[in-house]
């Protein structure tokens, strides 16, 4: 990858690794549905506004079809999914399963995605860094409730996220950056709202300031920036390689519950950690060179 496309990467992978944490504050307050519901407007608040400020034309309406997939498996569906499981398991081990992303990812997409197929580097990356989810998950959390069902909840988000890089890459490639960012967080908004005021009832907002700047963190910084980020690196590098930056997600996940939770650094965290990013290096770094390599025998035929 570019340097540019690297410094993305690690930026995504920081946002989004933050909010496993800033998620598990404002469910004490709230529900997971009015969480969500306030995450998502104020992204679409500041995504709207960069349309404005920018001037970018309202998408036609030919694509909303795919807005509409985009914005139920990329944003409603795992953004609930996550928030309810992080009320049985901890954010750190929640931000740990998300790293299961790129291997749903790497089993989907070359059905779908030509120059996007199954290699050895990609292969042993993959295995490298599941290695260290392995060890990390391996740090149980003993006696709390719904503990099974909370990790398998966080599973079924992670594979959510793949659907939706795999779907983005497949059908939305000549769209802007922008537009796919505005398209989906519209259409998540239209549908988030009506279905947590039917569950939420009575619906409260909420009160304390520590939840009001969970949800605006994660809305403006992880939700829009982030987004934009997500589909400019997806057209550059593809949905696999996109997708790996999940495995950032426990470093800072665990690195924030340890700082701001109290959670013991062990030698999970660290061989764990070590192989992950490992992974991550591994497959990129193998990718660039095999580029090269056929690029010089172009050259020479």
Known sequence: MSLKSWL?????????????????????????????????LFAFIGLTGMMVVFRIPFPPRRWWGHFLVMG???????????????????????SILNSTVPLFTILLAPFFIPDDRWSLPKLFGLLVGFIGVVILMSDRVEGASNYTLGIITMLFGAFSY??????????????????????????????????????????????LPMTWLAALWMGFLGSAVGTLM????????????????????PLVGVLLGTLALDEAVTWRLLAGGGLIISG???????????KGLAKMAERIQ
């Open 8 to 40: 993305k990467f690690i930026a995504l992978g920081i946002l989004w690794g933050s909010s496993f944490f800033w998620i598990k504050i404002g469910i004490q307050e709230v529900s997971p549905f009015t969480l969500v519901a306030f995450r998502i």
């Open 280 to 290: 991550v290096v591994i497959v990129n770094t193998r990718l660039t060179l095999a």
């Open 162 to 207: 793949a659907v939706a890089a795999v779907y983005g890459r497949w059908k939305m490639r000549e769209l802007s950056t922008e537009i796919q960012a505005f398209g989906q967080m519209l259409m998540a908004v239209l549908i988030i709202w009506p279905v947590t005021l039917a569950v939420d009832v009575p619906f409260v907002l909420p009160h």
């Open 230 to 249: 997500f589909f400019s690196l997806l057209s550059e590098v593809g949905p696999t390689r996109t997708t790996l930056t999940s495995y950032i997600f």
């Open 72 to 94: 139920l498996f990329n944003l409603v569906v795992p953004f609930i999914l996550v928030a309810w499981s992080e009320q049985h398991i901890p954010s750190g081990l929640a």
